[in-house]
């Protein structure tokens, strides 16, 4: 397997609008420090240069913590610093096409809204799905909601792990509990936070917690 099931408890997915002073990888570090399993560096506003060089210097520290380290649409800057892997929207590409660039051994993620999405990204080679928003959220202005009914849904028809994401608190994630996920994926809810470890460490336990309830 490329990606272990137990790797997407708690992904985290960067965003330099929450930095106040520090740099990406001072977060990143306290994160990881917190019980972060996974971690995407998405981040809309950097030309090509200097997201290589962040994203060279977060997949280093990445690796030291053994979590896998993907890159969010940048499918060509992904093969360029070695990436693990990458994570597509639906409008991106095919994962299909991901997968012959990229090649056998690299991690794929795919965003999907509809069980047919979902489907269809397994067949193409997709690892792990990113199903949302299931909540409300500031983070992406074009996020459709996806209701509880669809998320099950789509847990269902696919073999690969599932990862909730859109606007995710330690207090709202126990209402996705029985949906089948295997665990969640947020921005806010760990970089927008005073406490960054103490943040990630409570929503890593509250979403333990929640998976034990199947």
């Known amino acids: 397997m490329r990606c272990d099931k137990k790797d997407l408890l708690l992904y985290a997915v960067t965003d330099r609008h929450w930095l106040n002073g520090r740099t990406l990888h ?96 397994e067949k193409h080679g997709a690892d792990y799905l990113g199903v949302g928003a299931v909540f409300p959220t500031s983070s992406k202005d074009d996020a459709t909601e996806v209701p509880f009914e669809t ?22 994630v126990k209402e996705l509990a029985g949906s089948g996920i295997c665990g969640i994926a947020v921005i806010s809810a760990i970089y927008g936070q005073k406490e960054i470890r103490k943040a990630s460490e409570e929503l890593k336990a509250a979403t333990e917690e929640i998976l034990k309830k199947k």
């Open 26 to 121: 001072e977060v990143v570090k306290e994160s990881l420090d917190g019980g972060v399993t996974f971690v995407q560096l998405r981040e809309k506003q950097l030309d090509e240069e200097h997201f290589l060089q962040e994203a060279k210097d977060l997949k280093e520290l990445c690796s030291e913590y053994h979590v896998p380290f993907v890159i969010n649409d940048n499918v060509e800057l992904a093969i360029e610093m070695d990436a693990d892997g990458v994570h597509v929207g639906q409008s991106d590409m095919e994962a299909g096409d991901v997968r012959a660039k990229l090649g056998p051994d690299k991690i794929i993620g795919v965003s999907a809204q509809t069980v047919e999405q979902a489907v269809l990204a």
């Open 151 to 172: 998320l099950k849904a789509i847990c269902e028809a696919v073999s690969i792990p599932v990862i909730a994401i859109g606007g995710i608190t330690k207090e709202n």
